[in-house]
């Protein structure tokens, strides 16, 4: 009997507290909502999971401790591998032929940049956060996990369990935030614009594009060239058109392997004694406040610009939604949202797509600003 005494004491049910349980709440809700509302499932389950395993107790598969889970995370995050390794398949996947014909769109994408610096601020005169800390929660508003994850891994590591469940959350829930923003600054009449058809691009503008964005936004902003450089490296995969087998090692296999290992990762940050505190509810507040705002700068930035252009050339404001790069999500939430308020008459998919990844493009950036600023 005193075997089984022994046995019960040293096992995790003997050490586990109302802390852990709320944790395994936590990760019941996000593997919950991935699984029935299919919110980015292939996010929020390794995170999700992630969560439950750092949370057992004992059984040391916390970030910090010395196992599996801490082997990957000092050799991925730590050495800022994993998420350069993600945009690498990303750049595989974007098609960025419908922001080169509807070039004025970029400007969208920068303008749905606002959010992060709208909240960066806040979080230091109004929270109290440090610079590092700060520019960690307003990169929340880029909706770009990735980009979350490599900026907060280098300027404020303790934050990346609350940073990146934020902005992996708030991706996920682009179709519920967004369209009561467009409802509110839109009228019928803007919604109704219907975009004219865009330029075709050549395959040869397709393959200088990614070479000289590279080039020109990683000497202007050198931090965010290990973003940048290998999503335009990805994009030049696909569009060279005899690369097919990397493009699809890059696209598939790569990626769905460091996806489980970021997401398993990034959730075994999230210690009960580090997650369970005010600062995680301040962080996620403001993340709603960075995301909501990068939406609000899109909307009212393609307003201002179409005071300038020609009644035949006017661009659809809800367009400038899609500039967060939630990328399809954002741009498909805008199609859906035009198309039901016009019955079916308008459908912005494809010019939504040129600020939907023009903001991939635009969080990286905004990252660089922030490392070359703070670091």
């Known amino acids: 009997m005193d075997v089984l005494i022994e046995l019960f004491n040293q096992s995790g049910f003997a050490n586990l507290g109302w802390e852990h349980w709320v944790m395994f709440i936590v990760s019941g809700v996000l593997i919950y909502l991935a699984v029935t509302k299919e919110y980015e499932p292939l996010l929020l389950i390794p995170i999700g999971f992630g969560i439950l395993l750092a949370n057992l107790p004992l059984a040391e598969m916390s970030s910090n401790d010395e196992g599996i889970i801490g082997l990957i995370y000092k050799s991925g995050i730590k050495t800022e591998l994993l998420p350069p390794v993600i945009f690498l398949g990303v750049g595989v996947l974007t098609d960025f032929r419908p922001l080169l014909g509807r070039p004025l769109t970029f400007l969208l994408g920068a303008a749905a940049q606002l959010g992060i610096f709208v909240a960066a601020i806040g979080a230091v005169y109004i929270f109290g956060f440090t610079p590092h800390e700060a520019a960690c929660i307003g990169i929340i508003g880029g909706a770009d ?3 979350s994850i490599f900026l907060t891994s ?11 469940l934020a902005a992996y959350s708030y991706m996920s829930l682009v179709p519920i935030i967004q369209p009561p923003i ?12 219907d975009m004219p058809q865009a330029r ?12 000289s964005t590279g080039i020109i936004a990683s000497l202007a902003i050198p931090s965010s060239a290990p973003l940048i450089g290998m999503l335009m490296f ?3 995969i696909r569009e060279s058109g005899v690369t097919e087998r990397l493009k699809k090692t890059a696209g598939g296999p790569m990626i769905d392997i460091v996806t489980i290992f970021l997401g398993l990762t990034v959730g075994a940050t999230m210690e009960a004694s580090q997650f369970l505190t005010p600062q995680t509810l301040m962080i996620l507040a403001m993340g709603a406040v960075a995301f909501s705002f990068s939406t609000f700068g899109g909307i009212i930035f393609a307003k201002i610009i ?3 252009l020609p009644k035949d050339k006017k661009i659809n404001p809800c367009i400038g939604a899609a500039g967060v790069s939630a990328v399809p999500m954002a741009a498909r939430v805008v199609q859906t949202f035009v198309s039901d308020h016009t019955d079916g008459r308008v459908n912005p998919l494809m010019a939504a797509m040129g600020p939907n990844v023009a903001g991939v493009i635009g969080s990286a950036v905004a990252a660089g600003v922030f490392l070359t600023l703070l670091q």
Do not use: Q, Y
């Open 234 to 236: 990805g994009n030049l």
């Open 306 to 308: 179409n005071l300038f």
């Open 200 to 211: 075709p691009v050549s395959k040869s503008a397709a393959i200088i594009f990614p070479i």
């Open 182 to 193: 467009l409802r509110l600054l839109t009228s019928d009449k803007e919604r109704s614009i």
């Open 154 to 164: 280098k300027l404020a590591p303790h934050l990346l369990g609350p940073v990146a």
């Open 145 to 147: 996990g990735p980009t």
